[in-house]
Every structure is written in C-alpha cells, then in structure tokens.
C-alpha cells in the first residue's frame, strides 16, 4: 500500500524531532501502522532553514494554506502553536477533509470545543497526545487504558520549566527570580516565561484532561490559575520541614456539586512518588474508582519525547484513517452527545488542606487568639510548627497546617486573624494535598 502522506505545518523543535524519527524509526513504524507514513511537504515561514532540515528530500513551501489545500495530504501536523493562525489552519485543514496532529495544548484548551465539533462533523480526527506532558502517553491512557473507570481526580506536574525552577529553589535555598534567570541561560525556561510562570500552561493541559476525565466540554476560561512567581524560598524550607514538598500541580477533581479545575503550588507529602518527581520531568497521577493510582512520569518537552507522541497519533491516525467515523475513539473520550455540562466549581468552593504562615509578636495569648477563630471557622488544625525568636526581637513565625477545609472558610479565617495586632504580616496560604 502506498505511504499515507502528511503535511507539516512548523518545523521548528518539535517538528525537527518529528522529521528525524519518523526517518530514523520508518520500517518499524511501517510495520506497525501497516503502511507507510510519509511526510510530503514542510510549511515554515524560513524555507531555506526547512530545506536544510529535510535534506532536499520534500517539499517545502513558506505559506501552510498550500498544505492544508492540498489534494494528495491526508494528515496535517499543526506544530505552529498559539491561538490564531494555528485555529485558521487548524479548521481549514479540517474543512478540506484532512486529519490533524496537533501538540498545541492553547489552541485546543481555548477553542477545542468548536474545533472538535467541526471535526466530528467532517468525520476526520483531532489527535492531541503531545499536547499534553510531551512524550507521556497520558491522552492515550486516560481515554482508552482507563476506559473501564470513573476518574475521582487527576493531579499532575505538567510544567517542566516550573518544576525546574521549584527543584533547584528548593536544592540551592534560592529565590524565584534568581533561578527563573539560570533557567533561562541554561535554555530551561523561555525569554518571554509567562505561559509556564504563571501557570496558563499548566492549566491548557489540565483544562483538557478535565474534559476526557469527565467528559465535559473544555472549560479553559472556568480553571483557577496561580503560577509559582509569588512563592517564597521561605516556604518551600518551613514545608520541607513539616514533610512536604511544594510542586505547581494541575488538579482537577470530580465532586458532588461539579468539577474542581485548578492549577497553584501545592504541598505534597514528601513521601508521595510524584513529590519525588525533579527537574523538567512530568509526572501525572490519576485516581479511577476500579484500577486505584496510576502513575504515568517522563519527559514533557523536547524534540524527541514529544515527536515520539506525535508520531504516536500519526500510527493511530494512518490505522483508522478508513475507518467508519463511529468506530473511532471519541476526541473528548465520550460519545459527543453524551458529553454533560458539569460545572466548574469557582475556586471558593474548592476543598483542601491549607499551609497558613504568619509573623507574630511573640507575647502571651497570640497563638490562642488564632486557633480560637480557626476552631469557630470549623477548621481543624493537623500541624503546627512556631520557630524560636531571636534574641531581642520579639517576633516569630508560626505556621499551621490545617485538615480538610472549604477554600471560603480558609480565607474568611484568614481575614480575622490578619485584623489581630499581634498578627504583623499578611497571612501566606497556600493549598496542600495528601494525594492518596
Ligand atoms: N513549556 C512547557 C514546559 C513544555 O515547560 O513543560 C511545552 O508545553
């Protein structure tokens, strides 16, 4: 049979990687598609940096409406990234009857729910596995490994460059900004950072295992999102004192009244696998009702590991490619007409265990004034730890670590005990998961 052909649409770091193994690895990748999967032609703005790439072996063109529109492609690689002319191309590749692989977790977490649409009633297919944790096969695990289980939660370190920059503050006892610069001279984290440091990345990623978790629509615009750009050194020492280790996790978790959808940094028993997860790895741990934990770890980004995924959905694609569009595995892993319109709960609804720091005056009655407003608030203290003070400075640090809370009553607690005198600080919370 003749190889099926693709378009690639950037070919930049990931589709660099793409390009070489798919060459390297083609007899094997061949024999388990069933046929092979050739990439005819490269769109990328530097045509002449595209030829280099592709030794003269395809064709390469500068404007991807040329490879979208083209008659003999069956599958366009979306590798462009962002939300606009990544859209355009994405749903006229769709429009002209192709199928798409696409690693862009913005494009799909924002306008996943009209692109999915426009591909279901075109009858092509939307796979999406190195959009999320790179080469990790999440996507796949989730929607078909998993298939049997009602999800409970998913947490997950989905952001190499932020745990990065959380294992080596945590290594070294430095601050943000300092690490956020050695990240990104060591080619880490990116000139422009926001996306990972603020947690929009995290969140594009969790917002879409939401959706197959729980088969809902993709809810980008209902997720919490707290990056790790306010995190003190501090905190990380006190947590590791109290046994934790904080990570920036995606959680999203099934309850009664809907669905938590939330990306902070968040204390994790140091004990816990994922805690133990270093560097720019990823990790997620899933929860079914039936199977328990899983835990999926390797590299979220990079040439290769994320090549490695979106070959992954070139197979899949190139082995359904005639098959009837009903037989397919469903984009959000639920039939379409059977996706429910859960809510997103707003982050004051949101249930969690909270690290509470504050500067005290150390002097009689302070640490009774605090507990007695935690107790009427109905929050139940789990640790406490009050460092000495200093010779001739009457003031010291208490932390607390409290049980199972609404998010609503923590800040509530909150506002009370920062109106105390003796309370000289504005009180740091941040939220904690046992994760078991
Ligand atoms: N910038 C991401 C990260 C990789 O640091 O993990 C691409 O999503």
Known sequence: M????????GIGTVGSGTFNVLKRN??????RAGRGIEIAVVADLNTERARELTGGTVDVVSDANDVVTRPDIDIVIELIG???IARELVLKAIENGKHVVTANKALLAVHGNEIFEAARKKGVIVAFEAAVAGG??????LREGLTANRIQWIAGIINGTTNFILSEMRDKGLDFDTVLKEAQQLGYAEADPTFDIEGIDAAHKV??????????PVQFDRAHVEGITKLSAIDIKYAEE?????????????REEG??????????????LIANVEGAMNAVLVQGDAVGATLYYGKGAGAEPTASAVIADLVDVTRLHTADPNHRVPHLAFQPDELSNVPVLPIEEVTSSYYLRMRVSDETGVLAEITRILAEGGISIDAMLQKESREGEPQTDIIILTHLT???????????????QTVLSPVTRLRMEELN
């Open 207 to 216: 917002t879409l295992m939401s959706a197959i978790a729980f088969g809902m």
């Open 26 to 31: 083609q007899e094997e990748i061949r024999r």
């Open 242 to 254: 109290l046994g934790y280790r904080i990570k920036l996790l995606g959680i999203t978790r099934r």
């Open 82 to 84: 962002g939300y606009g």
């Open 259 to 272: 669905v938590e959808l939330r990306v902070h940094p968040t204390l994790v028993p140091a004990s816990r």
């Open 406 to 420: 609404r998010e609503k009553q923590i800040n509530a607690a909150i506002r009370s005990i920062e109106a105390l």
């Open 136 to 141: 990790i096969p999440i996507i796949k695990a």
């Open 2 to 9: 003749n190889p099926i052909k693709v378009g690639l649409l």
